[in-house]
């Protein structure tokens, strides 16, 4: 597994420890140990440690990826160029089963350079000759996460600012990860397959309905207003002079969050007989609230 530090790959760690599976895990730091896990020092610029990782594997799950950079080669780097170096180390050791994680993103590559470079590594997963499944998940949201921190903040004040019309799906991270095991151990039905998996919410979330949720999450009453993209365009450039390479908020992501659709296709979704979600959103979100406080993040 790659990311297995990371908001998803925590997850997914965690179930597949509790049942029971051996796991081999990639770690650019050093961790605690655990039973059934060995972690790989290194990166995925590493090519001795990647052979390690892999090595004797039954299946990979490869999840490392690059979601903020400053610019196109930040994002080539960490995700296709990632990407190709897990193949090639599973064909030199013979590894045939891989679980892509992508992102809706890559199914418009030319509006983000996050898109473009998410989408040109599925295009070397599907060229791979492995036994391959790409999963894109929409946005994920659960305890532990970083990303979708900053609007529960706002929801907390009763003010929220979103992009402008459109509309979105979500989906927990404990379901996304369990989808992800499910693959890694089945590959039948879901070889050579792109899935796009979401909460089950039919058309998704309009961007208000959804910050309306966060704000009952919270327990506020929350306005919400729909900014116009000049304006996160504003944002974006403040940011980069106070935070530097390490702005949240870029022109990069202003242009796939300002996007109108990113709901799941129906067609895509994963059999029904092979996943469904478990975590109705309302839930989730109000037990995510509850791991906020206790991490004192809200």
Request: glycine share 8%; net charge positive; proline share 6%.
């Amino acid at each position: 597994m790659t990311g297995a530090t990371g908001f998803v790959g925590a997850e997914t760690l965690d179930q597949a420890l509790a049942a029971g599976l051996q796991v081999n895990a990639l770690t650019r730091r050093a961790q605690p140990p655990r039973a059934h896990l060995k972690w790989v020092p290194g990166s995925l610029d590493d090519t001795a440690a990647l052979d390690t990782l892999v090595r004797d594997a039954d299946a990979v799950i490869h999840i490392a990826g690059v979601v903020n950079a400053p610019d196109r080669e930040g994002f080539e780097a960490g995700n296709a160029r990632g990407t190709m170096a897990v193949v090639d180390a599973m064909r030199k050791r013979g590894v045939r089963r891989l679980v892509h994680v992508s992102s809706l993103a890559a199914r418009e590559p030319g509006m983000s350079d996050y898109g473009w470079s998410k989408e040109l590594a599925e295009r070397h997963v599907k060229a791979s000759g492995l036994d391959w499944t790409i999963v894109r998940p929409p946005a994920i949201y659960g305890p532990n996460d970083q990303e979708m921190l900053e609007l529960f903040r706002m929801a907390k004040r009763g003010i929220m600012l979103l992009p402008p019309g459109g509309r979105l799906s979500v989906i927990h991270v404990a379901d996304l990860s369990r989808l992800l095991l499910t693959l890694a151990c089945e590959k039948e039905q879901s070889q050579t397959r792109t899935y796009e998996a979401d909460d089950a919410t039919p058309g998704g979330w309009d961007h208000q309905e959804f910050g309306q949720a966060i704000g009952r999450a919270v327990g506020r009453n929350v306005r919400t207003f729909a900014t116009p993209q000049w304006l996160l365009a504003t944002g974006a450039r403040l940011d980069r002079l106070v935070r530097g390479r390490n702005a949240k908020l870029t022109p990069d992501r202003v242009d796939y969050f300002c996007h109108p659709d990113w709901v799941v296709a129906k067609r895509k979704q994963p059999p029904k007989r092979l996943w469904t979600p478990q975590i109705p959103t309302e839930e989730g979100l109000k037990a995510t609230v509850e791991a906020y406080r206790a991490k004192g993040w809200l």
